[in-house]
Structure formats: structure tokens, C-alpha cells
């Protein structure tokens, strides 16, 4: 079963410029999250879809963050624009249900660097 | 506020020298606590999911516990090849129940 596809790996960017990266969840799940993970952090939470509908983006910095999942499949997470402090390694993760405790299966994510 | 602090922050040990991680956690109402793996360069891969005090669970040589204030990983035997960060995750009651609150990591280091 192929896992959680996230493109492009590596991006390099200068800063007030716009950027996006792309998830594709593993088959069957209906549940995707957005992450970011600063260099020595764990993940912290983005934004939560529940097939096409976004139901936990309260830590979304919404001034320049945007997310979007047509059809319920893939997403696209944008940033405009990108400042020196959004250099980090953005993950997608994705689940099956609603079910408490369900896992979370995270891609490889998109080192993002801005300079 | 859901608090997750791991310790220690870095660990070298020696091949097949035992060891344990700890991970202690402040939440309002557990719902479920997970360990992950990371490698560098590669995202969190799921190890294990405990649910209660007292659960435990077992993969190779690895064996995850759980009271009520923390969880333990520990490490039996290692190999070189389990040298990787170990990221301890907590989902809480209420609020976005959906989301892991993570802990820093520890990285473990296992040296032939």
C-alpha cells in the first residue's frame, strides 16, 4: 500500500515570495493534517480536514497561510509570502475515521528553506 | 494546556546496552498516547498506540509502557540500525480531539 505522498521534497525560496506544497493521503482516508516541524521540535498541528471540510485550523496563521482539499483527496498548502521565520520541514499526515486514537500515517514532508 | 517533555534530550549507547526513553505528560483527559520514529530526513513512522494505564506494547526490541503521568520506550539489545529520534505524541479529551500535542524527541544514537 503506497503511503503519504508529499512533493516537492526540498524547496528553496527567497523570502515575500509564494510557495506550495502538495499531499496525497494514503488511499481510504478521509482525514488529513497539515504539520510543521522546526529543526530540534516535533510536529505541531496546522490545520485538520475531515474530507473536503477544514475543522481544526485554529493554528493557522491565516495572514498568509492558506490550505485548500478539493474533493476531499488531495490538498495544497500555500504560504504568501514566505517569511525568514517559515523555514521549516512541512508534513502531511493522514487517517482512516473519525475514531479517537486513530493513527496518524505522515509523509516524508518538504524542507522548505527561505532566504 | 497539553504539555509533553521527553527525556533525555540525546542518548548514546553502545550495541546491545539497555536503555529506557521517558516521556512525561501534563493532559486534561488522555485519550491516547504514540510513539514515532523518525529518521532524518523522513517523516514520523508510527510505532505504538497505548490507550490506558498499565498497557503496554511490544515490537522486536522495542516495549512501550504507560502510567498516568508518563510513558517509557524501552530499548532491548539495540542495534546500529535503531539510531533514529524517538517522538512521543499525546491526543487529549476536548477541544480538537483529533490533535497530537508532540514532545521534542529524544535521539538515540547506537554506536557497533
Known amino acids: 500500500e503506497a503511503g503519504v505522498v508529499q512533493s516537492p521534497r526540498y524547496k528553496i525560496i527567497e523570502k515575500k515570495q509564494p510557495v506550495a506544497f502538495w499531499c496525497n493521503p494514503i488511499?481510504?482516508?478521509?482525514?488529513l493534517y497539515w504539520y510543521r516541524q522546526n529543526l530540534g521540535q516535533g510536529p505541531e498541528l496546522l490545520i485538520r480536514?475531515?474530507?473536503?471540510?477544514?475543522?481544526?485550523d485554529s493554528q493557522l496563521p491565516k495572514d498568509r497561510f492558506s490550505a485548500e482539499r478539493l474533493k476531499g483527496v488531495d490538498s495544497t498548502l500555500k504560504i504568501q509570502p514566505a517569511e525568514l521565520g517559515d523555514s521549516a520541514v512541512y508534513l502531511c499526515?493522514?487517517?482512516?475515521?473519525?475514531?479517537?486514537?486513530?493513527?496518524?500515517?505522515f509523509g516524508p514532508g518538504t524542507r522548505l528553506t527561505v532566504l | 494546556e497539553d504539555q509533553v517533555t521527553q527525556s533525555p534530550e540525546a542518548l548514546r549507547l553502545q550495541e546491545g546496552e539497555s536503555s529506557s526513553l521517558n516521556c512525561s505528560y501534563t493532559?486534561?483527559?488522555?485519550?491516547?498516547l504514540f510513539w514515532y520514529r523518525q529518521d532524518p530526513g523522513k517523516g514520523p513512522e508510527f510505532l505504538f498506540t497505548?490507550?490506558?494505564a498499565g498497557e503496554e506494547k511490544e515490537k522486536e526490541r522495542l516495549k512501550a509502557t504507560l502510567t498516568k503521568k508518563e510513558s517509557f520506550l524501552h530499548i532491548t539489545a539495540p542495534k546500529p540500525e535503531d539510531s533514529a529520534t524517538y517522538l512521543c505524541?499525546?491526543?487529549?479529551?476536548?477541544?480538537?480531539?483529533?490533535?497530537?500535542?508532540f514532545g521534542k524527541g529524544t535521539l538515540l544514537t547506537v554506536n557497533p
Open positions: 499526515a493522514s487517517s482512516f475515521g473519525r475514531h479517537i486514537g486513530n493513527t496518524q500515517y
Open positions: 488511499s481510504g482516508h478521509n482525514t
Open positions: 480536514y475531515e474530507n473536503e471540510e477544514a475543522v481544526d
Open positions: 493532559v486534561s483527559g488522555l485519550r491516547g
Open positions: 497505548l490507550y490506558s
Open positions: 505524541a499525546v491526543q487529549a479529551v476536548g477541544g480538537s480531539n483529533y490533535k497530537l500535542t
